[in-house]
């Protein structure tokens, strides 16, 4: 079998691989990336490109006051505690070095507006998704560093015995497998497991009826991979689906949020069955156990002008184009349009505006918009809206246990030596569950940590060899 012989192998060519290549490739190391698929990308790629920074620049154009500290708490709040703390500490130490990184390297951010699901204030940097992969991908042409296998997939890792390091993988190619060593280790960034319904349905049950969308190679080698090795898992008992998706359209795989602007949730009989301002994966627990697993977001005419065509989650008007927002001048016939009894909408929609003069929602005890943020608005002027709206399960969320530096951790609490993993794959950084903007965050900033943990660890060991 042939061999191929690397530095810093880095499998997987989303963000978070392509983060570590170029991270990597900077400070002069050689870097092998593998990617299964023909095309880059991955999830990141096809994502609602929203990264979450606090204290940039952006934000304070917008009056936003924003810090590390607060990101911290908020990071740790949504994730219920059950997140790693000092995981999360590593983000919130290297995000904003990683906001100006990503910039220094020509990724475009638009204007920080709106505070999104678990953010205490906006902190939401929307990018092109696909073309932010695509400048990291250039940026590693261009340093000559980094060599990209598409069509080539990782198989299994290697190592020489139980307490030895990583030390490479079994690679295929369209031409058959190959071995490749790594003399820097192994970096898992291949993703989670949103696209192997097997895997979901072993560790969420709940979520079997959901819809899935995410890059098409996500199907858990990296975990089980890591798992033949002895690795730990976080997270698994949190995997969430994303409320506002579509139940049947598959053209646009975006959620539409219209309820962090005021709409109302509803079920097939009309009747709410959630506090609408709680993190859109917490939504997606709750309308999963509705009937049909499904629901509408209702909402009135200055609710969709109150839209954001620069935000995929917000772009009503998107929506009403796509044919996908129903829409009608009365509310008795929007009911009838979506089969709901027009009765229980009525009255569930006055109980709601009752609520909202009061200054109280007795139903549910929502008293914002989303998170703490925005004050609650009746919804009476027509016409009326309804986006029929079910969870999509758009990643995984969990997965290998990992150090603050990235080092894979096995069950017996031990670092796996030259393994490391970054972005989808890893748990324990979102706990409980997730604020908008962390998963494609984690995968840059984790994709730098790690490779600038392999590079030192290397180091270190060159110099107890008297190489350095
Ligand atoms: C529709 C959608 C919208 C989203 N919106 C947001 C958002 O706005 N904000 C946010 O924070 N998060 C969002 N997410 C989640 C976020 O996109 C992902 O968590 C993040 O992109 C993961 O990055 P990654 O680099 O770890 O993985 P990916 O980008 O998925 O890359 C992993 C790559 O590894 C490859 N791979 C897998 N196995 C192997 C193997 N054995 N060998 C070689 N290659 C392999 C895969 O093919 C893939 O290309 C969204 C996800 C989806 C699907």
Redesign the pocket.
Known sequence: MKTIHTQLLV???????FAAALEAAERGVDVLL????EA?????????????FAGTDLQAANGVVDSAELLQRDLLEVGNHENDAEVVQAYVDNQLDTYYWLRGHGVEFSPVIEASSGQSVPRVHTVDPADTVRQLVSKCRANGRVTVMTS???LRLLRDSETSPVKGVIAEEPEGEFILLARDGVLL????FGQNSEMVHRFAPHYVNAVF??????VG??LRMAWKLGADLRDMAYIKGTYGKHPVDMQN??SCLAVYKGAIAVNQDGQRFVDESISYKLLGDAVMSQPYHTSFQIFDQPIFESGDDRVRILDFGRRLEEGLLIKADTLEALARMIEVPHDALRQTLDAYNLGVDNGEDPAFGRKALVHHHGRLCRIETGPFYAYPSTAAV??TYCGLRVDASMRVIDVFDAPIPGLYA????MGGFHGGAYM??????K?VVFGRVAARTMITARTAEAEVAGLA
């Open positions: 499998i997987g060519g989303g963000l978070a691989g593998l990617e299964k698929l880059t990308g991955g999830s990141s790629a096809m994502s609602g490109g929203c990264l979450a080539t997939k990782a960034a291949c993703g989670g969308v995410g890059g098409d190679g996500n080698d990296g795989h975006h758009f990643g970054a972005g989808e794959v908008t903007g962390s998963a494609l965050g995968a």
